[in-house]
């Protein structure tokens, strides 16, 4: 891996522009009303192993995958467009890809609403009794900006707390087992030995996470075809304005 960046001072976020091809792709699509619930169509898909995924966005559903194709048994024609003039279908085209990349990383993905979630697969830390595993995940979301034309990767940190059992953990469960200053400390919130706030947290997510995982997954395949880049530095909070 190449060397990290280093950022220059500055307030930056947690959002990375990405650079989208400019050329057509071609998608297979429906009508909206033809489909009015989607999940007859993807189970059927699902159990017929069909590498094809689904979503509906606007009066119109979005067939995409190495298999789209099937589609056209179901009322799909094949168009060609331009991702830039349909922000939330390439949003999801954009989380799609990058999630498949980092499952073929090694990563897992948890499923939540509005959000993805992938996690790295050793914990990020234990307990000392053994009995607390922390898993280092990230919540993923990307958003077009309309106002600047640009699409943008929305990077949180996140933690999954896993028993010895494999069950996941919660706050109030955590100060059961009084283990939960010691998960913080893990977390990197509370500075060690302490119940301190560590004031330089942002900071440290920055470097040590957020940096490095958008340069492990700087570039990657979209399920449409062609590929999607991550720029290497945040969006930078711009301070001031008209006088």
């Known amino acids: 891996m190449t060397n990290q960046v280093q950022l220059q001072p500055g307030i930056y976020t947690n959002i ?86 980092a499952k073929r990383a090694g990563l897992t993905q948890q499923f939540l609403k509005r959000r993805a ?24 979301r990307c958003v077009y900006y309309e106002e600047v034309q640009s699409f943008g990767l929305i990077i949180d940190i996140a933690w999954n707390l896993i028993d010895e059992t494999g069950q996941p953990l919660n706050t109030p469960q955590l100060k059961e087992r009084g283990v939960m200053n010691e998960v913080t400390v893990i977390q990197e919130e509370y500075l060690r030995g302490t119940t301190q706030f560590n004031l330089q947290i942002s900071q440290i997510r920055m470097q040590n996470y957020l940096l490095p995982f958008v340069q492990e997954f700087s570039s990657f395949s979209l399920p449409c075809g062609g590929s999607a880049q991550l720029e290497p530095e945040p969006f930078r909070v711009i301070l001031g304005g008209r006088p």
């Open 16 to 101: 990375f522009p990405v650079i989208l091809p400019t050329e057509p792709v071609k998608v297979m699509i429906a009508e909206r009303e033809k489909y009015p619930d989607l999940r007859a169509l993807r189970n059927e898909l699902a159990e017929t192993g069909s590498q094809v995924s689904v979503y509906a966005a606007g009066k119109c559903v979005y067939g995409y995958g190495q298999q789209a194709s099937k589609l056209a048994s179901k009322e799909f024609h094949e168009e060609d467009i331009l991702l830039q003039d349909h922000p939330a279908l390439t949003a999801r085209l954009v989380i799609d890809g990058l999630v498949d990349a």
């Open 117 to 140: 979630r992938i996690l790295r697969p050793n914990p990020h830390g234990v307990t000392r009794n053994g009995k607390v595993k922390v898993f280092l995940g990230y919540d993923l």
